[in-house]
Each structure stands twice: as C-alpha cells, then as structure tokens.
C-alpha cells in the first residue's frame, strides 16, 4: 500500500485518504497556486500505526524517498546547521475538527541550524531565534505532553523582566535567553534533553499527530459531532515559509464571503510579522483584511485573485490561511467554509443567480435543522446585551427567565407564573420536573450527550450545556467577575450558546412571519427571505413525499396550512375530552348502565361534531385523519394518590364521600401498572359499547355538513394500536353500517384505516391490509414497543449514557432506528403493499417532522409524512433534498 503522497499526486476528493487539509493542498497545488512544497502521510498510516502498536511497515523508508525529492524541490536539507529546510507536522482528518489535534512549525530548528536560519534571512536572529522558541514550545506541548502554561508562564516572565507589551518587542538576545530556559523546561518536564536530531523531530512529531486522533477531547468532540472513530487523521509535511520575517512579512485568514450572513465581499483577518497561529490566539491586535491592500497592494490582488479561482473551482464559499513573506504569498489551506444557516441559504441562492449552480445543488446545500434553526424566535441584539459567557449550544431556542438552582424552586416559581431557566452543575433524573417547568436549562459541564441536552432536546426545550467558565453553588453562580443570583435574570440561546445577562428582547424569525403569510417575499428586501422562498418552492416542485400535519384544532390545522401542509395526517380525538368536557367525560366512564353511558355519549357527540367540522372546513378539500380515541381513560380521571388521600380526610373529619368514594373506587379499578401496554386503543372501543360508534357518527355528520355547505370533505378514520386483522375488522363493520346511515347519498366519501405501531401489526400487516384502506405508521408506540422502551422512563433515566456509548448515536425518538424499527416499517410497507396496492401509506409519529427520517420514508416509499405544524417546511425541505439524492443527480 502507497502511504505517502506528494502534493502534485493527491486532488480534492481524496479526503478519506488524506484529509481535507491534504487534499486540499493538492488541489491549489495542481490549480497552480502558491503552495510550498510537501507530501501527506494517509489515514491508512494512521490507522495502521494506531492499531499495530506504532509500527507501519515500510513507511519509514517511504517517507524519506518523499522527503528526498522535497529536499531537492527546495535545494536543502531538512534542519541543514549551513542552509536548514524547515517543515511543518500538520494533522487533518477528513472532517474537520477544529482545535482538537496539533500542528509542529519551524521542525528542523536546533542549535546549530538556528545561526544557518539566521545566515538564510540575512542575518535576522531575532526571527531565528523566535522560529526556534516556537518550535520548542509547540513540540514540547504537543509532542511530549509539557503543560503550555510552563512555556507560557517563561515567555510571560521575559516579557515583564524586559518591561516588554508584545512578543515583538523581545530582541534577538532576549529570545536567545528564552530558548535556553524552554530547553531546561523542556528538559525538566520529559527526563531529557529537546532532541536535535532534525529527522527525529520530523518522525516523532507525525507519531504524535497520528496518537492525537485517540486523545480524549478528539474523541468526546467526535461522539459530539457523531464522527465515526477509526476514521484516522492525515499527517501533511510542508516546507516552511515565514510570516515572522518582519513588517513585509504576515499572516492571515479569509473567507470568500461573510460566512455569517452570506454577504458577497472579502472577510479576512491580517496580522503583519506573525506566525501560524498568531492571527486566531489574538496576541496581538489584528487588522481587517481590506488594510492588507495599503500594506502590500501586489499580494493583497494576488490574494483575491485566488480567492475568486477557488470559489469558482470550489462553487461555494470558501476559507483559506496564507502567509506572506517578504512581499511573496504563500497559501497555506482552505477548504470549503462552515457558515451560519442564515448564510448557508443566502450563499446557495446567490450561487444559483451567479449560475454557479443550479436549484437541485442549491437546495441540496441547505437542510432541514438549518431551516429550523431559522425558524426559532431569535434574541435582538440592537441593545448590545452583555455576553457572560457561552457553552455548548445543545437544544435550540431563545429562553429568557430568572435563575434558580433547583427543580424545586423551578417548580415553584413555575407555579407562581414566573419565567425561569434552571441553572445547575449538571442535571439528573432528579431535575425532570425541574426541566420541564423551566423555559431553558443552563449547565456548566457535559456536552451535546449529557443529560441535560438529551433531555431538552427531546422535550423542544431551550438548553446550553458545559458553559464551563460557570462556578455553580447552591444559591448562585459566578462568572468572569460576575455574581448571578437566584432571581436574577439571564437569556440563554441555545443555537450559539450565549448566555447573557438580564432580559433580551425576543423577536419572531422573520422566516416564519413569510411562512405565515405575514411577508410577501416578492415585496421583501431581504435576501434570507428570498432565498428560502425560493428553495422551498423548488424542493415542492421536486418532492415525491406530501406533508400533512398533526393538528387538533381548526386554529392549528390553518396555521399548518399555510405553512403548506397538505391535509391533516393525525387529529387527536381525546384532546377534544378535556377542559369543561371532563365532566361528561367522567360521567361516561363511571357509567354503571347503558342509559347512564348513552347519555354520556349523547351529550358528547355533538360537541365532537362541531370540532370536526371545524377541522374539515380549515382543510376543505385536503384529507383529514381522526384517529379514534386512545389514550387509557383513566388518564381523564383524578390521579389514584390524590384521590385517596381526599376521601381519608374526608372521612376523618365525618364529611360526606359518597361522589369522591365511588371515584376512588373507579380509579382503583381502572389502575393498570403498564398503562402504556394496557386498555387503550382499538381495545377501548371493543370494551366500551357505544365509545367508537359515537366518534364515528360524529365525524361522518360534520362531513356531511360541510358537503352541505358546498365544501369538499375528505374524513379518513384511523384507529389506532391496532395488532390483528380481527380488531379492524370488528370496528370496520360498526362503522361502516353507521357511515352509510349517515351519509346516505351526499356524495361524502370516508376512508377506514388503522396505525402500524405495534410490532405484530408491522409483521402481519399483508392481512391487516385486508381491512385497512390506508396505514399510518405510529413510529412513537412503534419504537417505544420496538425497543422494549417506555419513553417517559428512559429517556431522562439512562439515555444520555447509551448516547455517551455509542449504543445509538441519536436517540431512536429523534431520528427513526433505520435498522430496527424502520425494518418494520418496511416490512409492512411491502407486505401490505402486496395485498393491495393502492394503499395509502404515511406516518404520523414526531419521526415525520425528523430530517433523517423523511429521507428514510423516501426511500421506503410511504405516500406522506405528517409532524406538527412548525416542522411542515421542515418536512417539505427534506422531502424535495431525499427526491433529489434518490433520483441521483451526480452531475455535481
Ligand atoms: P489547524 O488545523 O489548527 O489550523 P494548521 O495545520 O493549519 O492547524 O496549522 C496551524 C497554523 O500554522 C496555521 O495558521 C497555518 O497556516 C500555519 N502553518 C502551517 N504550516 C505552515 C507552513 N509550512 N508555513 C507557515 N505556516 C504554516
Ligand atoms: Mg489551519
Ligand atoms: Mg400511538
């Protein structure tokens, strides 16, 4: 296996095999651009090294044959004391992981060959000195494990001894001095001396690359970013050019476009005689790339003139690093950049004018987390607010509330109408209520797995987690000098991670007001807007996949639909059971004979009948599904522990208890231990004369109201947790019989089917089908009996450890179990397929509002998918992306 390849022998889409740093430092270099020579060692090497004790068989021998032909490229030998070539170590795995593994500058330095620097640079010790400290420190850190404060603190020492503000302000003596107390550092700290020996510098900085892949912030970081663990990270060899060689010399970063808003125009910073990573450490006070124009006009052209070539080979914004020294530019990296998601739909669309790219490419660059990021209200920041600090943004939103510190005080305060974000060191189980009263959750350890982010994501909840700066005690927390009290007010945001002190303005996002109809894009001067306007119109020319919502109300069904969903996939009946209705409610499940139940039922039905109608009417002419009742009715009762301890002190005190005891004794009754798995569903209406026959008359006469009042009602009847044909079957024929009745000639048609979301329905679903004339898949129930799951228990109680293992990278309620889960989705997708094609196939858990998932109900072929109404565009977006991918469109 070839391990080491030259610049001129790697492009661009090799980056499983040399990173994205090699690969693209092939790239410029085969594009003609300023690149200094060098070769990149494979991940393949890595991996090998990595996995066979730090052997590589051959490796060695192949690098020096690189570094050879290097050596005669440049016309010096690596660390030569006469004429020294100089390199760099750098690391860069596929993905990029920023901050997470190191670079070595200026190897080949050592006593001797840092006075040939010197002779090379016309005599310039200070910068052969400077070059040699920093090789040094960045070796001793990064390769031998010595604590960067000890350099730090030397370097700090020289600079008050000197009475020095900047590094730059130490002369070539100075610095001298400096090197010889980082080699007694050195020294002190590993057991012996900094080696000198050029070629071990060079072979002991690529192992540690290699070895930086398995530290432990890389690995937390990869979980994180659910980056797969034995990819292996590359080692690029470059020769060295300076950006420390004086005021003609610098070094800098920029971006082809503003990466935050998407803006054309160069983005960049400038920092004049610095090396490396000078310009992002800020030790000095860098420049606006535009002042680089004044410094040094020549390289300042060049620069854009390359900026421009690489968006044009690139065809998207791109970022580099270069350098220039003396008055010659040097790039040094770039890749194609991170952006906001503000800035990821304004550069697509622009690109799309620019005829860069075309539409399918455009909405392929974009996706659906990021349009859902744009759709969370977002703080104004016209006041200027005062950053305290940021963490880990973990669960989207902008939350603003007074601080407590446990779940108690959340609750209380909760109850007191209060606003508040729950601050804690971390959260447990224990802070659930806490959690679910609060507005945000705010924690200063644990990443994007601990539990507070799994939790809060999975409850839509506002979170920023491991804001590590935080002191967290029991009353209050401090922070960069600041002390936040228990009811004190801070604003968190959960897309950055910023927290800020006091209240800051929420504003809607100006891309839901569109969705909402409130901005007509033609008349908006506003490129986010337009450029999403424009790209959800393309992703519905383009999707196969209808989107419906979840709603159970007219008001929600016409928000859905202006957000463009196209019929109703789930209405929940039993919200319609609550409120000033529990009290009929109650009296039919405490009915202890048929009349008593009848009259229950009677005086139900006509409310059902009007919220129905008022559904149909906000979807005239769209399908509407309403899945029968549900939920175990004991849920419309009083909990048994309340109850109980009323009647015992009602009884104490010798007052009446007739009502509150028969109550009890009903709740008693209907107590089950797993309600989940218990009398709900299709069983309720088996069991409860009369219940399903109720909802259905009542949705079959409001659809026949509608057809009188000229609408186009289309009602289809779901009944859920359906696990054989016979229990479809039995409430088919009662219905059916009731809809005729109803119906009689008005012309309205109403569809029966069931949900797929308990497994022995999935795996028998060709019969099931035989019944159904239409499935929709219930993938909450379907993964909670799936796994053997209650989601309520686990979610908050072991979660956050699978994710912390790897047993799933994103929680099965997130993002649908392709393997598990959708394997029984797919299985009754074929199977009740094959007994009758025309089935209509959707799915109505929160799965259908989950980016991953709808291209997972592409593939699998489902008709629609159905998720609440602020996910609709969402779902619209990913269904347009997943038609495009599938079709492949490999003109790319
Ligand atoms: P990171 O991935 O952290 O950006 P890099 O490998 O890009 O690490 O290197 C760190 C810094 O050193 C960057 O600013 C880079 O431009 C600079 N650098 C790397 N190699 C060289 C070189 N051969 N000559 C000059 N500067 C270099
Ligand atoms: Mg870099
Ligand atoms: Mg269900």
């Not at 799915?843 to 709808?854: A, F, K, L, M, Q």
Request: proline share 4%; charged share 25%.
């Amino acid at each position: 296996m070839k391990f080491v390849y030259d610049f001129a022998e790697g492009n661009k889409d090799l980056k499983d095999l040399l990173g994205g740093k090699g690969a693209n430092l092939a790239e410029m270099t085969n594009l003609g651009l300023p690149v200094p020579a060098g070769f990149t060692i494979t991940t393949e090497a890595c991996k090998e090294y990595l996995s066979s004790g730090a052997h590589v068989d051959g490796l060695d021998e192949e690098i020096s044959a690189h570094l050879e032909t290097l050596e005669e490229a440049m016309g010096r030998k690596l660390g030569d004391p006469a004429d020294p070539l100089l390199v760099s170590v750098r690391s860069g795995a596929k993905f990029s992981m920023p901050g997470m593994m190191e670079t070595v500058l200026n190897v080949g330095l050592n006593d001797e060959s840092v006075s040939g620097l010197s002779r090379q640079a016309g005599g310039n010790d200070r910068f052969a000195w400077d070059s040699y400290r920093r090789l040094i420190q960045m070796f001793g850190k990064t390769v031998c494990d010595v604590p960067g404060s000890a350099f730090e603190d030397a370097l700090h020492e020289a600079k008050s001894t000197k009475g020095a503000k900047d590094d730059i302000d130490l002369d070539a003596e100075d610095l001298k001095a400096l090197v010889g107390v980082y080699k007694d550092l050195f020294a002190k700290h590993t057991g012996h001396e900094f080696p000198q020996d050029p070629r071990e510098q060079m072979d002991l900085a690529i192992a540690a690359v290699f070895r930086s892949w398995n530290a432990d912030r890389a690995v937390l970081y990869r979980r994180q970013e659910r980056i797969p663990g034995d990819l292996g990270t590359a080692v690029s060899v470059v020769s060295m050019v300076f950006g420390n060689l004086g005021p003609d010399s610098g070094t800098g970063v920029a971006f082809t476009r503003d990466p935050s808003t998407g803006a054309t125009g160069v983005y960049g910073d400038y920092l004049q005689n610095a090396q490396g990573e000078d310009v992002v450490a800020g030790i000095r006070n860098t420049v606006p790339l535009q002042d680089l124009e004044r410094i040094d006009k020549q390289s300042y052209d060049e620069l854009l003139g390359i900026m421009a070539t690489l968006e044009g080979h690139y065809h998207d914004l791109c970022d580099i690093e270069f350098t220039i020294e003396r008055g010659k530019l040097w790039m040094l990296q770039t890749r194609v950049g991170k952006r906001t998601a503000a800035a990821a739909f304004t550069i697509a669309a622009q690109l799309v004018d620019e005829e860069v790219i075309d539409l399918d490419e455009a909405m392929h660059r974009v996706t659906g987390s990021q349009l859902a990021q744009l759709m969370f209200p977002r703080f104004d920041m016209s006041g200027d607010p005062e950053v305290l600090t940021k963490g880990v943004g973990a669960s989207p939103g902008a939350a603003v509330g007074e601080v407590v510190f446990t779940a108690e005080h959340a609750v209380q305060a909760a109850a007191e109408g209060k606003n508040v974000i729950l601050v804690r060191r971390e959260t447990n189980p224990d802070d659930l209520p806490g959690m679910i009263a609060a507005q945000g959750i705010l924690t200063s350890r644990g990443g994007k797995t601990s539990h507070a982010a799994v939790v809060a994501r999975g409850m839509g909840k506002t979170c920023v987690c491991g804001a590590d700066e935080l002191r967290v005690s029991s009353d209050s927390f401090t922070v960069g000098g600041h002390t936040v009290n228990e009811g004190d007010t801070i604003s968190i945001d959960g897309t950055t991670g910023r927290v800020y002190l006091g209240e800051v303005p929420v504003q809607p996002s100006e891309v839901v007001r569109y969705f909402e109809g409130d901005l007509d894009p033609a008349l908006v001067n506003e490129p986010l807007v337009a450029a999403v306007h424009r790209i959800m119109t393309h992703a519905d020319e383009r999707r196969r996949l209808l989107v419906r919502t979840n709603a159970d109300t007219g008001r929600d069904a016409a928000r859905a639909r202006r957000f463009g969903a196209q019929g109703v996939g789930l209405c929940r009946t039993e919200h319609m059971f609550l409120g000033d209705r529990r009290e009929l409610v109650e009296r039919l499940i405490l009915a202890n004979t048929d009349d008593e139940r009848n009259e229950a039922l009677n005086a139900l039905r006509p409310l059902q009948k009007a919220d129905f109608l008022e559904l149909f009417r906000e979807m005239n002419g769209l399908p509407v599904t309403v899945r029968l009742i549900d939920p175990p009715l004991h849920e419309f009762l009083p909990s048994l522990e309340d109850l109980a301890v009323k009647v015992a002190v009602a009884k104490e005190r010798g007052e009446q208890v007739g009502r509150s005891e028969k109550m009890l004794n009903a709740v008693r009754r209907m107590h089950e231990s797993n309600p989940m798995l218990g009398m709900r569903g299709v069983r309720l209406g088996l069991v409860i004369p009369g219940l399903f026959a109720m909802q259905v008359r009542a949705i079959a006469e409001a659809a026949v109201a509608l057809a009188g009042e000229g609408g186009r009602p289309r009602p289809e009847i779901m009944v859920p947790l359906v696990g054989a044909v016979q229990e479809l079957e039995t409430v088919r024929t009662e219905a059916e019989k009731i809809i005729t009745e109803v119906v009689g000639d008005s012309g309205v048609e109403v569809l029966i089917g069931t949900m797929i979301e308990v497994p022995r329905a999935a795996l028998t679903a060709g019969q099931i089908a035989e019944a159904a004339d239409f499935f929709s898949f219930g993938t909450n129930d379907l993964t909670q009996m799936g796994w053997g799951f209650s989601r309520d228990d686990v979610e908050g109680a072991f979660f956050w450890r699978y994710l912390e293992l790897g047993i799933f990278g994103i929680s099965p309620f997130e993002s649908i179990d392709r393997e598990g889960v959708g394997r029984l989705v797919r299985i009754a997708s074929d199977e009740g397929r094959a007994t009758r094609p025309d089935l209509k196939l959707g799915v109505c858990g929160e799965h259908g509002g989950d980016p991953e998932s709808v291209h997972f109900f592409h593939e699998v072929g489902l008709d629609y998918v159905s998720c609440s109404p602020f996910r609709v565009p969402i779902a619209r977006l990913e269904a347009g992306r997943a038609a495009v991918e599938s079709a492949g469109s490999d003109h790319r």
